[in-house]
């Protein structure tokens, strides 16, 4: 029973009966995230993490992240397609981990043009997109610093104001 209610809470029921796994407030840290991260591993499981510029979701259960210029990515996806992504907004100091099932578009492939759009759209088309790397999602889990399980008493305006002081930063308006 805690278990159904704990799947309820992190995937809400959508119109379809279906679970929604990309919720409005992941889609809002997507949107506030200046990079993601993406974890990958080659045919000898040695890992690989690569910052990625251009990310967003695609629908409620894929993520689309563009191919500029990480040809070590690209080749782990092709031996081991099991990923991993994160992103977080950097002054809240919270955001997800993706884990999926990742795939290579190429311009070849017919649906290469539509997912190209929504990159472009989103970003620019400044910098070539070599392909695209679909991300079905099969598991999310949330990202929170450290302070918030060591200091119960911290809220995300003290990590806003404590972040902003070490970024040296001002909020604009």
């Given at each position: 029973?805690?278990v159904?209610?704990q799947?309820?809470?992190r995937?809400?029921?959508?119109?379809?009966?279906?679970?929604?796994?990309?919720?409005e407030e992941?889609?809002d840290?997507?949107r506030?995230?200046?990079l993601?991260?993406?974890?990958?591993?080659n045919?000898?499981?040695?890992?690989?993490v690569?910052p990625k510029?251009?990310?967003?979701?695609y629908?409620?259960?894929?993520?689309?992240?563009?191919h500029?210029?990480?040809p070590?990515?690209?080749?782990?996806?092709?031996?081991?397609p099991?990923?991993?992504?994160?992103f977080?907004?950097?002054?809240?100091?919270?955001g997800?981990k993706?884990?999926?099932?990742?795939?290579?578009i190429e311009?070849?492939?017919?649906?290469?043009?539509?997912?190209?759009?929504v990159?472009?759209?989103?970003f620019?088309?400044?910098?070539?997109?070599r392909s695209i790397?679909?991300?079905?999602?099969?598991?999310?889990?949330?990202?929170?610093?450290?302070?918030?399980?060591?200091h119960?008493?911290?809220?995300?305006?003290?990590?806003?104001?404590?972040a902003?002081?070490?970024?040296q930063v001002k909020?604009i308006?």
């Amino acid at each position: 029973m805690v278990v159904c209610k704990q799947l309820r809470a992190r995937f809400r029921l959508n119109k379809n009966k279906k679970y929604t796994m990309i919720t409005e407030e992941i889609k809002d840290y997507i949107r506030r995230s200046v990079l993601c991260w993406l974890a990958t591993s080659n045919e000898n499981n040695e890992p690989n993490v690569s910052p990625k510029e251009m990310f967003t979701y695609y629908g409620d259960t894929t993520l689309l992240v563009a191919h500029i210029a990480s040809p070590n990515t690209v080749e782990n996806i092709k031996v081991n397609p099991n990923v991993c992504i994160s992103f977080i907004d950097v002054f809240v100091q919270k955001g997800y981990k993706i884990k999926g099932i990742a795939r290579i578009i190429e311009k070849t492939d017919s649906t290469y043009q539509e997912k190209l759009k929504v990159l472009t759209d989103l970003f620019s088309d400044r910098f070539p997109i070599r392909s695209i790397i679909e991300i079905e999602i099969k598991k999310i889990d949330t990202i929170a610093a450290p302070s918030y399980y060591l200091h119960p008493e911290t809220t995300e305006e003290s990590q806003v104001e404590s972040a902003m002081k070490t970024y040296q930063v001002k909020a604009i308006g």
